[in-house]
């Protein structure tokens, strides 16, 4: 069964930082870019960043540049985003999802291509 695990969300004060994972099973991300999503109550769903296949192309929202990293490690099949200096305007469920790119290096924030989701881990930023 393919599935996409998030975890390491949690409530942070304004100024901290996260680490989220997104732990593949049942395929390896080899061939998939990863992209990570998120949705605040009452807001549409917003691309925050994704990488290619192979890592070497990423692509992030203006909204989190400069704050946020994206990475992965194939040797444990996962994705993580880094999150600093986080903002109150960054709560949201932050969901990952993959996309089958096969060789081709590809990365798009638009969330209409990605092929499998996680269910999401949430993310609050409050003092």
């Known amino acids: 069964q393919l599935q996409l695990v998030e975890s390491g969300g949690g409530l942070v004060q304004p100024g901290g930082s996260l680490r989220l994972s997104c732990a593949a099973s049942?395929?390896?991300?080899?061939?998939?870019?990863i992209g990570w999503f998120r949705q605040a109550p009452g807001k549409e769903r917003e691309g925050v960043s994704c990488?290619?296949?192979?890592?070497?192309?990423?692509k992030y929202a203006d909204s989190v540049k400069g704050r946020f990293t994206i990475s992965r490690d194939s040797a444990k099949n996962t994705v993580y985003l880094q999150m600093n200096n986080l903002k109150p305007e960054d709560t949201a469920v932050y969901s990952c999802?993959?996309?089958?790119?096969?060789?081709?290096?590809?990365?798009?924030?638009?969330?209409?291509?990605?092929?499998?989701w996680g269910q999401g881990t949430q993310v609050t930023v409050s003092s």
């Open positions: 990488i290619s296949n192979s890592g070497d192309s990423t």
């Open positions: 999802a993959a996309l089958y790119t096969g060789i081709r290096v590809v990365t798009t924030l638009s969330a209409a291509p990605y092929d499998y």
């Open positions: 049942g395929f390896t991300l080899d061939r998939y870019a």
